[in-house]
């Protein structure tokens, strides 16, 4: 049902006692700095802007392979809330080399598994929103694909 | 202590950073870091600091209200806190959740408390000592308090009704678009559940953040002064209630009255707009 690589993230987290899930998403989050783009990479799409959902700027850049695969790279502003962070390093792992119409398919359910009851409350419903840019990213992509197969 | 919370009416009410660093370890102290950012404690804190959760330590799991007398008695023997420990909070968002926190103490009829001015993004800021290690205090035996302060320090929606009726001062300390009713979020939050938009009739805008440097820390007492007792009239001993969305931001405003200001009889109305907004026939101004 879930990419591979997301849900073996996914039955890890699941398996984690509370303290310990907290702490892998703390790993998690430690490791968000490393999905920004590297010198030298180029993008098929860029989407950098400030929503009202999320407390600082958030960037999605898209690379798509000669096979079709996706590739994201993200940057995150200093007030993104950790939860945030986290999501941002679980996706880019979890959802790497998947097309982008399977991106967008995925079903968001899969969040709370990994991030825990105990951690989902009104003022960080923003664990969902960098699934939600990731997959606008793919839609762009994917309509502008479309609209090229038309023309 | 710094040169200008000298002039504060409570000025054993803050801290500064320089003198919390030498202070780590004192005796009878116990530093509180309390965020919205649910994770950010686990990332780092100030060494020695336990996390106490507005919501899962503060707030009842079922009801919406605060936890029971004996809870909190548990919640304080648990963290290594008596009647005599000093809590000294401290967090992100330029302290709301610690004032929250702290008012919550109060609450329980706690009174040694103060915060750290600039929070935790100053004091991360100035390059000063963060930690992961979680610090384990020995356990206490807080007696369970014998009442709530509720009637002191906070309002509850029949007391904000009766105070826009009778032209007493109400302090609307949301962000601008908020009072004149065109948004019903925070900017840069998400919807929390509010069906009407607008302020509570009689009102004043005075957004929490008026109260505020840059680096988070407090203005000066003069500066309160002008924008609070000036600006907007109230007065030691005059009844005043405080509200934001769910009490959060209103806490620090209600800090800045009571211990900065000395201004007495300050109550926070923590069901605030998302319980005004949603409420059935509750009298509503916009603009």
Same mark, same amino acid.
């Given at each position: 049902?879930?990419p591979?690589?997301?849900?073996?993230?996914?039955?890890l987290?699941?398996s984690?006692?509370?303290?310990?899930?907290?702490?892998?998403?703390?790993?998690y989050?430690?490791n968000?700095?490393?999905?920004?783009?590297?010198?030298?990479?180029v993008?098929i799409?860029e989407?950098?802007?400030?929503?009202?959902?999320?407390?600082?700027?958030?960037g999605?850049?898209?690379?798509?392979?000669?096979?079709?695969?996706?590739?994201?790279?993200?940057?995150?502003?200093p007030e993104?809330q950790?939860?945030?962070?986290?999501m941002?390093?679980?996706?880019?792992?979890?959802?790497?080399?998947?097309?982008?119409?399977?991106?967008?398919?995925?079903?968001?359910?899969?969040?709370t598994r990994?991030?825990g009851?105990?951690l989902?409350?009104?003022?960080?419903?923003t664990i969902?929103?960098?699934?939600?840019?990731?997959?606008?990213?793919?839609?762009v992509?994917?309509?502008?694909?479309?609209?090229?197969?038309?023309? | 202590m710094?040169?200008?919370?000298?002039?504060?009416?409570h000025?054993?009410a803050?801290?500064d950073?320089?003198?919390?660093e030498?202070?780590?370890t004192?005796?009878?102290?116990?530093i509180?870091?309390?965020?919205?950012d649910i994770?950010?404690?686990?990332?780092?804190?100030?060494?020695?600091?336990?996390?106490?959760?507005w919501?899962?330590?503060?707030?009842d799991?079922?009801?919406?209200?605060y936890?029971a007398?004996?809870?909190?008695?548990?919640?304080?023997?648990r963290?290594g806190?008596?009647?005599? $420990?000093?809590c000294?909070?401290?967090?992100?968002? !330029?302290?709301?959740? *610690?004032?929250?926190? +702290?008012?919550?103490?109060r &609450?329980?009829?706690?009174?040694?408390?103060?915060?750290?001015?600039?929070?935790?993004d100053?004091?991360?800021?100035?390059?000063?000592?963060?930690?992961?290690e979680?610090p384990?205090y020995?356990?206490?035996?807080y007696?369970?308090?014998?009442?709530?302060?509720?009637?002191?320090i906070r309002?509850?929606a029949?007391?904000?009704?009766?105070?826009?009726?009778?032209?007493?001062?109400?302090?609307?300390?949301?962000?601008?678009?908020?009072y004149k009713?065109?948004i019903?979020h925070?900017p840069?939050y998400?919807?929390?559940?509010?069906?009407r938009?607008?302020?509570?009739?009689?009102?004043?805008?005075?957004?929490?953040?008026?109260a $505020?440097?840059?680096d988070?820390?407090?203005?000066? !007492?003069?500066?309160? *002064?002008?924008?609070? +007792?000036?600006?907007?009239? &109230?007065?030691?001993?005059?009844?005043?209630?405080v509200?934001?969305r769910i009490?959060?931001r209103?806490s620090?405003?209600?800090?800045?009255?009571?211990?900065?200001l000395?201004?007495?009889?300050?109550?926070?109305?923590d069901?605030?707009w998302?319980?005004?907004?949603?409420?059935?026939a509750?009298p509503?101004?916009?603009?």
């Amino acid at each position: 049902m879930y990419p591979p690589k997301l849900e073996a993230i996914i039955s890890l987290f699941e398996s984690l006692p509370e303290v310990e899930r907290r702490e892998t998403l703390v790993s998690y989050a430690d490791n968000a700095k490393k999905q920004e783009p590297r010198p030298g990479e180029v993008f098929i799409l860029e989407d950098v802007r400030k929503d009202e959902e999320c407390a600082d700027t958030v960037g999605v850049y898209l690379q798509v392979d000669d096979q079709g695969k996706a590739h994201f790279r993200m940057t995150l502003g200093p007030e993104v809330q950790t939860l945030t962070r986290a999501m941002t390093a679980i996706l880019c792992k979890g959802l790497d080399r998947r097309t982008p119409q399977e991106v967008l398919e995925l079903p968001s359910d899969f969040v709370t598994r990994i991030v825990g009851a105990e951690l989902v409350r009104v003022r960080s419903q923003t664990i969902y929103y960098v699934l939600t840019r990731i997959k606008g990213i793919c839609k762009v992509y994917l309509d502008r694909q479309r609209m090229a197969e038309v023309a | 202590m710094n040169t200008t919370s000298t002039q504060f009416a409570h000025p054993e009410a803050l801290v500064d950073a320089d003198w919390l660093e030498k202070h780590l370890t004192d005796d009878g102290v116990r530093i509180v870091e309390s965020n919205e950012d649910i994770l950010l404690y686990d990332t780092g804190h100030i060494p020695g600091a336990v996390h106490i959760d507005w919501r899962t330590d503060l707030q009842d799991p079922v009801i919406r209200d605060y936890i029971a007398p004996d809870k909190f008695a548990e919640l304080c023997s648990r963290n290594g806190i008596t009647p005599d $420990t000093t809590c000294i909070f401290y967090g992100d968002k !330029a302290n709301w959740w *610690a004032c929250y926190a +702290l008012w919550a103490f109060r &609450l329980f009829g706690h009174e040694k408390v103060k915060i750290l001015n600039g929070g935790r993004d100053k004091w991360k800021a100035d390059g000063r000592p963060m930690t992961r290690e979680v610090p384990k205090y020995p356990g206490t035996n807080y007696p369970v308090p014998n009442r709530r302060f509720d009637k002191e320090i906070r309002a509850f929606a029949d007391e904000a009704l009766a105070q826009s009726k009778a032209g007493k001062p109400l302090i609307d300390v949301r962000s601008p678009g908020e009072y004149k009713g065109e948004i019903t979020h925070m900017p840069e939050y998400p919807q929390e559940g509010v069906l009407r938009g607008g302020h509570i009739p009689g009102a004043k805008s005075v957004p929490w953040k008026t109260a $505020t440097n840059e680096d988070s820390t407090f203005k000066s !007492a003069g500066e309160l *002064a002008k924008i609070y +007792l000036d600006g907007c009239g &109230l007065k030691p001993g005059t009844d005043t209630v405080v509200y934001c969305r769910i009490g959060e931001r209103s806490s620090h405003t209600w800090f800045v009255l009571t211990y900065l200001l000395g201004l007495e009889n300050v109550r926070n109305y923590d069901g605030s707009w998302t319980e005004w907004g949603n409420k059935v026939a509750a009298p509503i101004e916009r603009g």
